[in-house]
């Protein structure tokens, strides 16, 4: 992302009333970015805090204090394996992450007024699904403050994690009415919790589009409050990210059905998927719209298509 670009991504969180938080994360390495500092000094400049994702390899101790002394507020170690697991996985020496990652914990501690953040993000996979309390363990002992442990993710199609939904088009109409008459949303909350935007200023429909199949617009022509609409429209559209997504509520549904079908789950997992949906991620949606009606905010002409 070009510095010019940033700024103009700064001033977009600036317009909003309550300033969010800027994270630098996303499909890559934030560390290989050559102005990241610049980027968190700027930022911290403006008012705006900055968190960061990074898998630590690249955050020698020297690094750790420039980004420290840049205003840096919180970071995330992208990190769900340990030892050799770890160097089988991400092919990088998993000592040099520890150390780093034990380095900077250790720097934070002398700027207490600032109380600098920390958390570890784990993705369950084959490798550590029986081994993710262990790692969770190991880093809460070293000190870090959050864990988030996440299922994987197939990026909007972008990555093959075995889905059935992605095989067939069958449960779609079963999965809406499902949703319905459990009064849970059809509408996907990850758009308008989280505002992505790319290294060019595009913003896309959520940081699950990898392959950025469907721009939305600048950020030097659309303000973060504008991009609500044109999410809800894009949505309706369906839009290849959202289509082959599993995070999307109607695929999640699916895919819960497919399962029971093929004998590897049950009711009751569908039950906590939808409980999951209605208690934690439909709140997520912006206020102003009825997650059970909000088809009827589209424009006409607008029509949600199925699949």
């Not at 994270?23 to 000094?41: D, K, M, N, W, Y």
């Not at 630590?56 to 690094?63: G, I, S």
């Not at 060019?200 to 959520?206: D, K, L, T, V």
Request: proline share 4%.
């Amino acid at each position: 992302m070009p510095f010019d670009t940033f700024t103009q991504v700064v001033a977009r969180v600036k317009e909003l009333e309550i300033f969010p938080r800027i994270s630098l994360t996303g499909q890559g390495e934030s560390l290989l970015h050559p102005q990241v500092e610049a980027f968190i000094r700027y930022a911290t400049d403006q008012g705006v805090e900055v968190l960061m994702t990074t898998n630590a390899n690249l955050l020698t101790p020297a690094l750790s204090r420039t980004l420290l002394e840049a205003g840096l507020k919180g970071i995330c170690f992208s990190i769900s394996d340990t030892e050799e697991d770890y160097e089988l996985v991400y092919n990088l020496d998993f000592e040099t992450t520890r150390t780093n990652i034990f380095s900077f914990l250790e720097l934070a501690r002398e700027y207490p007024e600032r109380e600098v953040e920390s958390a570890v993000s784990i993705v369950v996979h084959d490798l550590n699904e029986h081994k993710v309390e262990q790692y969770s363990e190991f880093w809460r002992a070293a000190g870090i403050g959050e864990i988030f442990r996440f299922e994987q993710n197939n990026r909007g199609g972008a990555c093959d994690n075995g889905h059935y939904f992605t095989e067939s088009d069958r449960y779609v109409q079963q999965a809406k009415d499902i949703l319905a008459k459990r009064k849970v949303t059809s509408l996907c909350s990850a758009p308008f919790y989280f505002v992505f935007i790319g290294w060019s200023g595009q913003y896309y429909i959520c940081c699950s589009d990898y392959r950025k199949t469907d721009p939305l617009g600048s950020v030097f022509d659309y303000s973060i409050d504008a991009m609500d609409q044109i999410k809800l429209e894009a949505f309706a559209r369906r839009p290849q990210a959202c289509a082959e997504c599993n995070v999307d509520p109607v695929n999640g549904v699916r895919e819960k059905l497919f399962e029971i079908e093929n004998g590897e789950a049950e009711t009751a997992d569908l039950n906590r998927f939808l409980k999951q949906q209605r208690m934690f991620y439909q709140p997520r949606l912006p206020k102003e719209l009825d997650p059970l009606a909000w088809e009827e905010s589209l424009p006409s002409g607008i029509i949600a298509r199925e699949g």
